[in-house]
């Protein structure tokens, strides 16, 4: 998120400064699967984000090359195991399509033509050319670069420990816990922190309710091109909507440039806890090997965790902070960080240099949460 | 260690080995140094750290792909087979 914001900030002219408190990538957006999704979304402000954010990513794919991203515009497929989760599903594209998203409803025989190895007891499901996928890392590292090419300055292994404010309390920088460069001063500053967005935000007066959902992630073994998209359960997009604190899996399988096949997406409210918890590992391969049964005779190599950083009403938190002047967010995407940090990062660069936003950032304000309160 | 020779067989090739014995060693031993090529490049490949660390030395035994030939013991009659890429192209579809 915060290479985004510093590759189109940087773009629009602006001088940048990135402090990043380890390495790049190795918080939020390094544990994750690099999903750029517009299947998962509902119509609605998120899925007008998720659509910008798509169109933004295919020209990073064309501007620092697909190959450097591992971008592939693989395209999602959601599979239904039954005639009404299949009704549901129809109903949900339907709306999709309405909202401009290229959905279409497809039968057995198209699902099998798209995903050979796919179950059998598969009833129907949904084809989505938009979705698409980057390495994570790689995408950061790359933005990053093309970053510095226009001058930003990087500060890896520095945390903010706190903001400088001017007489009218406006920020006018943060302070770190570099000995070299213990105070950088800025007219902006973004709060791209991730998980830990709304630690930073707290430093600031300004607090938003970010919060970690744990999700956990299987890698198999490398294998020739088997899984051909981004494959997942109707019932996904019901869990990553949900409000439930408890366990919730529901599988979404995709192969990898890297050959191996990657196996989400668990969702668990536990906090910041790094367990690793073997029964949601073993519910995710089991949800797997019910989706591709050939799975069952595939190895796993590893697994990972990453912490998902979600706000209560599941919409992220992008813009400037009425209580902190001077302070803008870019946090709370949830699972879709990677997938929405084009567009978030577009839009405060727009915001930033006066031009008009192409969406409203209204939905995203950070001060919803203290109105409904109020 | 006990020492009664038995052979396995390696891409059709009957290859000496002990008890206890890793596959990779008796392979060594018999002056074969790769058994698998690369996925992208097809680069051949064999013993790496031999520790069981850096997967370099899969290889397919009895029909399973991605074994670790220098952690895992020959047996007797064991059919060993160079492994082709991700040693998976029964799954290509």
Known sequence: MGAACAYYCTAAGLRVEVVERGAIGGGTSGAGEGNILVSDKAPGPELELALLSSRLWRELGAELGAEALEYEAKGGVVVAGSAETAEGLRRFTAGQRASG?????????EL???EPRLTREAVGGAHYPQDAQVQPVLATAHLLRHARRRG???????RVTGFVRDRHDAVIGVRTDSPTAPVRHARWVINAAGTWAGELAGLAGAPVPVLPRRGFVLVTEPLPRVVRHKVYTAEYVANVASGDAGLETSVVVEGTRGGTVLIGASRERVGFDREISLPVLRRLAAQAIGLFPFLSGVSLLR????????????LPVIGPDPRAPGLLHACGHEGAGIG???ATGHLLAQRLTGAEPDLDLTPFRPQRFAEATA | ???????????????????????AAALIA???????????????RGVFCGIGVCFDCLVTINGSPNQ???VIEAHPGDVVRTQEGAGRADLAC
């Open chain 1, 101 to 109: 998203v290229h959905a279409t409803d497809i039968g057995p025989d």
């Open chain 1, 112 to 114: 099998f033509a798209l």
């Open chain 1, 152 to 158: 930003a300055r990087v500060h890896c292994g520095t």
């Open chain 1, 303 to 314: 697994s990972y965790l990453g912490f998902r950083p979600y706000c209560p009403d599941h």
């Open chain 1, 340 to 342: 929405l940090a084009s």
């Open chain 2, 1 to 23: 260690m006990s020492t009664s020779p038995f052979t396995f067989s390696f891409d059709d090739r009957a290859v000496p080995a002990e008890d206890g014995q890793s596959v």
């Open chain 2, 30 to 44: 018999s002056g074969i140094r790769s058994w698998r090529v690369t996925r992208v490049e097809g680069r051949p």
């Open chain 2, 68 to 70: 670790r030939a220098c």
